[in-house]
């Protein structure tokens, strides 16, 4: 953004830097970060040669000892939609050297429906983003609706759509807000946009994998949900999936006891404090 439309470091707020590969590239690039002193944020089972693993994350996060951060993504967002990642790919615009950027109307794609998750960290700033994007580029708007039909996403884009264009006046051809509109958004997608909205990763984690999968009938969710949780708890065998559906409530519930004892406890201490 500030490279195509700010072109001015002082109005955006630039906080690590994101690179977009190839999937069949990313042991190399991990390993080659790794010498150069960036060590990766992951779980210590967290395999980049194996793709259940890669399915299940869009990206790596670096930090180096000099405290810069960056993320490596493999996909374009967090919904890991594969059409969507190679359409990216092949239309971006050479910058300089190997580097390139997403075109203007990919990366609206991608700020609409990274504004539109509910975030501990505000993201407000993707509606300057986008009002600043639609302002000074040129939009592709056939290829935008496409690309949202394809990744299972026109729910969100529609409502930042409609938003950026009834708050702010955004030029969005009409025909293209009712497009994303009318466009048939299946219950999976309804569901995973309601649970991202209350941060219930864990549940829209599992809509996209069956959006992705094209598990779209009651019965095929129900049949692969096994391969869901062998691929999220990341185990060997499909025969560790009962003891995992038994201990992740389990653990689930000593975690909420234990919060529930010591705010019990802090409170019963402050309490004591006070009394004295």
Known sequence: MILHSYKDFGVRVLGDVDILIERSHIPAVVAFLQADGWRPKMPPSFDVNNQSHLNRWHALNFIHANGLSLDLHWSFIQENALPLDQAVL?????????LYLPNPTDLLLQICIHGMKRSQISLIRWIADAATLIKHSEIDWERLVELAKQAHVCMPLSLAMNYLAEQFDAPIPLISLEQLKTASATHLERIEYW????????????????????????????MHTPNYLQSTAR???????????????????????????????????SRGKFSH
């Not at 092949?90 to 190997?98: E, G, I, K, Q, V």
């Not at 025969?239 to 019963?268: E, G």
């Open 235 to 269: 185990l060997k065998s499909g025969w560790q999936v009962p003891l995992f559906v038994l201990y992740w409530p389990l653990k689930r519930l000593i975690k909420w006891w234990v919060k529930l004892l010591a705010n019990c406890l802090q409170r019963k201490d």
């Open 195 to 222: 649970c991202h909205a209350r941060e219930y990763h864990n549940l829209a984690a599992w809509c996209r994998f069956c959006l992705n999968k094209g598990y779209l009938t009651p019965w095929q969710q129900i």
């Open 90 to 98: 092949a239309d971006a615009h050479p910058l300089f050297s190997n």
